[in-house]
């Protein structure tokens, strides 16, 4: 029996939050949860949405009029994600004609420009960003609690439940490394996962310096456990569970971003910083060279051989592929696929293949537009609070984070609009950033709980 229909619910939820209540709240109540706890993989109508688009398409449409009335305010990082997005719509229909136009205009929209001017206009204007903040760490906390019955049975607890109720077919499966299950939660896939632990992790540990948790658990207030210390454990338990290295990279690399915009001299900072992520970036790249390169390996770790050596191959197969379309682009799903190796894990080599080298640099320039200048203004800027260039600091290291995590999976699932959610969330940063502190260091957490009626 399947019930496809109830994934469009959402869209009826964010309308009556809407209504009821604001933009805001809609985005809280119901995109954002929807996004980190239902899985992305179960489509219904034309052109086919899932559950977390849904729950944007009348957010994004009130965007729309908000940016007819003149809320928003033009920058640098507009222009890359707006020149990315309609490059990527404009090689796919190069490559396929106008088979499908609608669903291929309408896609990068929802899961890149939506997601982004929600980021934009929605949090820091609002007052919303402790409310978000706990939010999507709360969420991804109990996406691990969850994910433990999959890394010790190997069966995917949402997949489990979902898969009984929707037609739409879901392609991943779960991964096995040292006899144990790597945990992909609601995302459908270990790596997609860790990426999205390691957004959560590095914004706990903002939640954390600046004491944005209550003390216990409100649900279970006589028991005596601190809630962000267990937070804590259960999402780096979460990330562990994933046994994915490429998230665990992201996860450090992010961390000592962020670390930079709290540190009491913050120039110092940024050069140990840079200095650890050098030397720490060529460790990595010569143990992972060696390690793939042995002949030797126990049993243990054949799988882990395995992946790290398909990913070698993967760059050398389809590198000529790339070439034969690098300014245009294959589009979405027309490259020629090499035999026996179907899935091209590695984002930036797949950018190359879907949109040529113009999307690859494009992709990257708009990183660099959201970083950069996060970066600049923290480290220049004399008259930012600390909460303010933490908030700055955090921003570009769940950026680069993502931008680490991808180099080994391409960015699908739920983190393709999370990435966009962070860049909106950045330039609002930026673009829209009050002089007056939006938070009050080191006071109890729930004098900032914002109350949505």
Same mark, same amino acid.
């Given at each position: 029996?399947?019930? /496809?229909?109830?994934?469009?619910?959402?869209?009826?939820?964010? %309308?009556?939050?809407?209504?009821?209540?604001?933009?805001?709240?809609?985005?809280?109540?119901?995109?954002?949860?929807?996004?980190?706890?239902?899985? /992305?993989?179960?489509?219904?109508?034309?052109?086919?949405?899932?559950?977390?688009?849904?729950?944007?398409?009348?957010?994004?449409?009130?965007?729309?009029?908000?940016?007819?009335?003149?809320?928003?305010?033009?920058?640098?990082?507009?222009?890359?994600?707006?020149?990315?997005?309609?490059?990527?719509?404009?090689?796919?229909?190069?490559?396929?004609?106008?088979?499908?136009?609608?669903?291929?205009?309408?896609?990068?929209?929802?899961?890149?420009?939506?997601?982004?001017?929600?980021?934009?206009?929605?949090?820091?204007?609002?007052?919303?960003?402790?409310?978000?903040?706990?939010?999507? &760490?709360?969420?991804?906390?109990?996406?691990?609690?969850?994910?433990?019955?999959?890394?010790?049975?190997?069966?995917?607890?949402?997949? !489990?439940?979902?898969?009984?109720?929707?037609?739409?077919? /879901?392609?991943?499966?779960? @991964?096995?490394?040292?006899?144990?299950?790597?945990?992909?939660?609601?995302?459908?896939?270990?790596?997609?996962?860790?990426?999205?632990?390691?957004?959560?992790?590095?914004?706990?540990?903002?939640?954390?310096?600046?004491?944005?948790?209550?003390?216990?658990?409100?649900?279970?207030?006589?028991?005596?456990?601190?809630?962000?210390?267990?937070?804590?454990?259960?999402?780096?338990?979460?990330?562990? !569970?994933?046994?994915?290295?490429?998230?665990?990279?992201?996860?450090?690399?992010?961390?000592?971003?962020?670390?930079?915009?709290?540190? @009491?001299?913050?120039?110092?900072?940024?050069?140990?910083? *840079?200095? *650890?992520?050098?030397?720490?970036?060529?460790?990595?790249?010569?143990?992972?060279?060696?390690?793939?390169?042995?002949? @030797?390996?126990?049993?243990?770790?054949?799988?882990?051989?395995?992946?790290?050596?398909?990913?070698?191959?993967? &760059?050398?197969?389809?590198?000529?592929?790339?070439? @034969? $379309?690098?300014?245009?682009?294959?589009?979405?799903?027309?490259?020629?696929?090499?035999?026996?190796?179907?899935?091209?894990?590695?984002?930036?080599?797949?950018?190359?293949?879907?949109?040529?080298?113009?999307?690859?640099?494009?992709? %990257?320039?708009?990183?660099?537009?959201? *970083?950069?200048?996060?970066?600049? %203004?923290?480290?220049? /800027?004399?008259?930012?609070?600390?909460?303010?260039?933490?908030?700055?600091?955090?921003?570009?290291?769940?950026?680069?984070?993502?931008?680490?995590?991808?180099?080994?999976?391409?960015?699908?699932? $739920?983190?393709?609009?999370?990435?966009?959610?962070?860049?909106?969330?950045?330039?609002?940063?930026?673009?829209?950033?009050?002089?007056?502190?939006?938070?009050? &260091?080191?006071?109890?957490?729930?004098?900032?709980?914002?109350?949505?009626?």
């Amino acid at each position: 029996m399947t019930i /496809d229909p109830i994934i469009a619910l959402p869209a009826v939820a964010s %309308v009556a939050v809407i209504y009821y209540a604001s933009v805001e709240a809609a985005l809280y109540r119901v995109y954002l949860p929807i996004l980190l706890l239902l899985p /992305d993989a179960y489509l219904f109508g034309w052109p086919p949405l899932n559950f977390n688009e849904y729950a944007l398409l009348p957010i994004g449409a009130a965007l729309c009029w908000w940016c007819l009335n003149g809320r928003w305010r033009w920058s640098l990082t507009d222009a890359g994600v707006i020149l990315f997005i309609a490059w990527t719509i404009i090689s796919d229909i190069h490559a396929g004609g106008l088979t499908d136009i609608v669903y291929r205009i309408l896609k990068p929209i929802m899961i890149g420009l939506l997601p982004y001017m929600a980021g934009k206009l929605l949090i820091e204007q609002t007052g919303m960003r402790v409310a978000i903040i706990r939010r999507f &760490v709360f969420c991804l906390f109990v996406d691990s609690i969850l994910s433990a019955y999959e890394f010790r049975l190997g069966v995917n607890p949402f997949r !489990m439940v979902f898969g009984r109720f929707f037609s739409s077919y /879901d392609p991943w499966f779960t @991964q096995f490394r040292y006899g144990l299950g790597r945990v992909a939660g609601p995302f459908g896939h270990a790596i997609f996962m860790g990426a999205m632990l390691a957004i959560a992790i590095i914004l706990h540990r903002y939640a954390m310096r600046f004491g944005l948790w209550e003390r216990r658990f409100s649900w279970f207030p006589t028991l005596r456990i601190d809630k962000a210390k267990a937070m804590l454990v259960g999402l780096i338990a979460g990330s562990i !569970m994933t046994i994915s290295r490429g998230p665990w990279l992201a996860t450090m690399v992010g961390l000592i971003i962020a670390l930079v915009g709290t540190a @009491q001299n913050r120039w110092r900072a940024a050069r140990l910083a *840079v200095i *650890v992520l050098v030397i720490g970036g060529g460790l990595v790249y010569l143990g992972g060279k060696s390690y793939v390169n042995t002949s @030797q390996a126990d049993k243990e770790s054949q799988e882990e051989l395995a992946s790290a050596e398909y990913r070698t191959r993967l &760059v050398a197969e389809y590198s000529d592929i790339a070439a @034969q $379309q690098r300014f245009w682009g294959w589009g979405s799903t027309y490259w020629p696929r090499v035999p026996g190796m179907g899935s091209i894990d590695n984002w930036y080599l797949l950018l190359m293949l879907m949109y040529g080298i113009t999307g690859l640099v494009l992709f %990257v320039l708009m990183l660099l537009a959201a *970083v950069v200048h996060l970066l600049w %203004v923290g480290l220049v /800027d004399n008259t930012l609070t600390l909460d303010q260039r933490g908030m700055l600091f955090t921003l570009a290291g769940i950026v680069i984070s993502i931008a680490v995590a991808v180099g080994t999976v391409f960015l699908g699932g $739920q983190v393709f609009p999370a990435l966009f959610l962070f860049l909106g969330w950045s330039d609002a940063c930026l673009v829209y950033r009050s002089r007056r502190s939006p938070v009050v &260091v080191a006071a109890p957490a729930f004098a900032f709980r914002r109350v949505i009626a």
